[in-house]
């Protein structure tokens, strides 16, 4: 377990080593880094189009309507309408949170075959150069691969770089659900990798749904891989900022709040993805029970209780993770405040012990992974704290220590 010094001296020269962080930053990627990313112009057609559409001569409800009410919408529909709907509008229905998961997964397989289409024709279309027909390929392979049988895709937006999440499991029948939220460098192209795996959101995601079942045979759980928002591009401005953690946020509780059934809802996060978690806190369904944030550069606030949540907060970090070399301040903008594993932020600490590195705890055979499934499942008590004591544990299945302020 690393120690944490937090003398003046060592703060000091922490403040110092942020500033010589952002002028590296500012000469290398410039201020222009920090700029806001355009919706969708291809998912922002289809929701036009859904706005001036009809069903059965009535106006089709606004698309961005309470999950609730859209939800209600949909039941009131047979299964031919739904289908209907979703052909004539699948990027609008295969994003909109309060439709049926399942038509959600039928209105994406459509809109990734169609986007597979236009890759395909790009690949030998003489006009981009060899570079961007070497590009075109890979994207259209990421969707083949997408499109594969029993793959359930919960949204997908192909501008850009690309944003994607998928459910492994019954979203529909799940008794405890998790959310895993990754970092920098996601998008389409790195949503799954064959080289180190568990180090993407598809790997991540399927180590933590088969690590749960290990952990709660009995329990019907459901795992979400979300590469939902637009991740900062490698370590530049945007890692060091909210701005990317501030979009996400809202995209991350918009999803939430579309969620079937009442199942609790763990939030697991990683990185960058720990910064989104922390300023979504606030605005989380109630039945968000845990946030568990891993490798994290800070979520925002100085203390858990600052994040204004009712869930429990978990922190973790293996003790060869880079990550413990950065800056916990925020200045100017810049850093994420002060780190989750510190005794004073007030997290419960747990092991990762055996996670090796920054991109290693979602590794099976891991404490980091084997806890994280603890949480999702809701096994307080078999968790392993990162400690000499099981202060971590203490309270965990009655009152949260987090609260709301």
């Not at 109630?286 to 568990?292: L, W």
Request: with cysteine; charged share 20%.
């Amino acid at each position: 377990m690393t120690s944490f010094d937090t003398s003046p001296q060592l703060n000091v020269w922490r403040a110092l080593l942020a500033l010589a962080v952002v002028f590296v930053m500012l000469a290398t990627t410039g201020w222009t880094a920090l700029r806001t990313h355009r919706e969708s112009t291809e998912l922002q057609a289809s929701l036009d189009k859904w706005r001036h559409g009809t069903v059965h001569g009535l106006h089709l409800p606004d698309p961005e309507a309470a999950p609730a009410r859209l939800s209600r919408f949909f039941t009131s529909l047979g299964a031919e309408d739904q289908a209907r709907l979703a052909h004539r509008y699948p990027l609008a229905v295969g994003n909109m949170n309060g439709a049926p998961v399942t038509l959600r997964y039928r209105a994406n397989h459509i809109a990734l075959d169609q986007a597979r289409k236009v890759e395909k024709k790009r690949m030998h279309d003489s006009r981009l150069s060899a570079a961007g027909q070497q590009d075109a390929g890979r994207r259209m392979h990421r969707y083949e691969a997408l499109l594969s049988p029993g793959r359930q895709v919960l949204a997908f937006d192909p501008e850009g770089s690309g944003r994607v999440a998928e459910v492994f499991g019954n979203l529909d029948t799940a008794q405890r659900i998790s959310v895993v939220v990754p970092g920098v460098d996601t998008d389409l192209l790195t949503f799954q990798k064959t080289y180190r795996p568990y180090s993407a959101p598809v790997g991540m995601a399927k180590a933590l749904y088969a690590a749960e079942r290990a952990q709660s045979p009995t329990t019907r759980t459901a795992v979400i891989a979300w590469a939902d928002y637009t991740a900062p591009d490698g370590l530049g401005v945007d890692a060091a900022t909210g701005l990317r953690a501030e979009e996400g946020a809202v995209r991350l509780n918009a999803m939430l709040g579309g969620l079937p059934g009442r199942a609790p809802v763990a939030a697991i996060c990683h990185s960058y993805g720990t910064v989104v978690c922390g300023v979504a806190a606030h605005a989380m369904p109630d039945r968000v029970t845990d946030i568990a944030v891993a490798a994290s550069p800070g979520m925002r606030v100085s203390a858990a209780s600052h994040l204004d949540t009712s869930a429990r907060v978990w922190a973790m970090r293996d003790a060869t993770d880079w990550i413990q070399d950065v800056p916990y301040l925020e200045l100017g903008g810049l850093g994420h405040g002060a780190d989750p594993v510190s005794s004073e932020f007030g997290a419960r600490v747990l092991s990762a012990r055996d996670a090796k590195g920054h991109a290693g705890y979602f590794q099976p055979g891991t404490d980091s992974l084997r806890n994280l499934a603890d949480v999702g499942v809701g096994a307080y008590d078999a968790v392993t704290c990162a400690r000499e004591n099981d202060a971590c544990r203490a309270g965990a299945s009655g009152t949260t220590t987090a609260g709301r302020a």
